[in-house]
């Protein structure tokens, strides 16, 4: 079953996921098929939207907000997410001297594995490995921001946390869509667990190509096409068994309103990845309510052949796409 939202409040944990913390549109704005063809139209809104509450948020504050910085970072204190969960951290400021504050944050492993930062923005800062997080691994986000500067604004203002915070990695999951064959191969722990029939995005609209983290899970939402620009040419307020792949609106979910001989014989979606599922999504033989289940934040979603371009690594949790060279040439340090 799907989690609810738990609170909206500052320094509060969204547990349908961690699109809040990337300072990215809140999920009731942005929850249409997000295409190639409309991520220009839709991208606007991206960066000019206010952010959604913060996934979590430790800001023990003394100062005003005026004169004080933190860092709203994911995944949740305590929680397991899949292997390709980076930990990524947004700014309350604009980060001036991105140095100063990267050398006030470390993220360490065990197993032991190497961990570089990567700047998306001036308030977003990921880590992650070369690799995959390792089934098991145990993370740990070392925050020392108290009294460092270096954001924008006045002299003075100054960093808010010390503290250490604990995740998990737990059972590796990855899943290949490939939208030339029409199928999604899951594979757990090295070995093939399920392979469904989907529909992806149309020649019209294809979905976005490469690697992909689930960042958002909802057991029902409803999506509208013109939240990604697509005017009206769809209102569905109950899609089942939806999972966030991109900020800009590309979800892997149920569709109970397509002909089940869609699947698996024709991609006709506005972009997202489309699994066979019942109205309500109480249907436990579906593929659409199956994958659900076997999911989690952090899991991987592959998409090749699909004839768009790779997502851009900052629309979601896409740093997977860049090279490690890339990756580490983003870091301040």
Known sequence: MGVSHLSDGPGTWSRRGVLAALGAVPAAVLTGCGSRAAAAEAAPDATTAPAAPAASAAQFATRTAADTFAGRFTPEAGSTSGVG??????????????????????????????????????????????EYWAAGTEITLALRLKGVEGVEGAAGVHGTQSEDVTFRIGREQISTVDLAAETMTVRRDGRTLATYPVSGGSAEHTTWSGIMVISERFTKTRMQSSTVGLGDAYDIDDVPHAQRLTTSGTFIHGNYWASPSVFGSGNTTHGCIGLRDAKGGDDTSQPGYAFYESSMLGDVVVVENSGADTVDPANGLGGWNLSWADWCAGSAL
């Open 85 to 130: 969960m980076p930990v990524s951290v947004t700014f309350t400021h604009a980060v001036t001297d991105r140095a100063a504050v990267e050398r006030a944050i470390t993220v360490t492993a065990d197993p032991q594995v190497e961990v570089v930062g990567h700047w998306f923005s001036d308030t977003r800062l990921d880590f992650r490995p070369e």
